[in-house]
């Protein structure tokens, strides 16, 4: 696979043509994911962390569900539908070692399907982190309404402690978490292929973790390259490159041509890197007999 820094450049020499977006019919959404299963694909990923790489895997999880409009909470109880949003749910599973002990991170991400008033489709509503290791854990959450960003960040650490913050909600935000939903264009084109457009960008809930700094947005640039075929394994895929800049890093996510637009493997700036391994569809909250441990086998899961 070419490098992401000379993807990117490729990138920023083609977005100054004029694209011609290519004439595919885009499936019904609900046909493919009202179906009651959810698309689970898993990957062979390299983390950096504490200066050097790591080997670990990645799980990303779509799945639609209802979430309670007020909580953005799941809906298990009788609901009055003007109080439920549609949603398209992105659990994204991290787990890597460092030395002797080990990271566990999942990232949630909830994005509204059908669009609000005046809106578009795959509004970002809610993104939650968890991240656990040996000295201890830390949860962060933040919710997109009344337009605001609302976090909260609950931490081991005491430079980190209990946190509350808003940031106000511009026309142009990007969530960089709700990036892996917006690329994968389940309802249509986001960007034309070579076009460029600028964001108002909250990095991800996890680049935070890394670095530890002062939630803000960040003025960066979203972008769509050509299709291009790349290799994945022992497997060759006709592909769509993403890139996105967030501050001084830069993030480069191949996404399948075909439909439901499979993420297929990603590379930034900082030398992380993920490709894809196998992909099911699965009801995975009904495979939890020691037999259904075969689904992982599939996987290629430890």
Known sequence: MRSVLAVAASLA???AVAAVPAAAQTP?????????RAEISSYRVIQPRYGEARQGYGVLIFVTEDVNRSTYVKVESPTPEAERA???KLNSVLK????????????????EVEPPAGGSAFQPLRVTLTSQEWCGHVFEEVAVRDGALRGSL?????????QRYELEQPADLALED???IRIRELRGEHLAQGEQRPVSLLPSLWEYRLRQGPRALVEGVLGKGYEQRIEVGERSFEAVPWRWEVGPRRKMVWVEKAYPHRILAWEDSDGGRGELIETVREPYWDLKRNRDAIYRERLGLP
């Open 13 to 15: 020499a083609m977005a």
């Open 28 to 36: 019904d959404f609900y046909q493919h994911w009202g179906d009651g």
């Open 86 to 88: 549609y949603s398209l």
């Open 96 to 111: 890597f070692g460092t030395g002797i002990y080990d990271y566990s991170v999942m990232t949630s991400v909830f994005s």
């Open 154 to 162: 609950y931490s081991y650490f005491e430079s980190e402690g209990r």
């Open 178 to 180: 709700h990036l892996l």
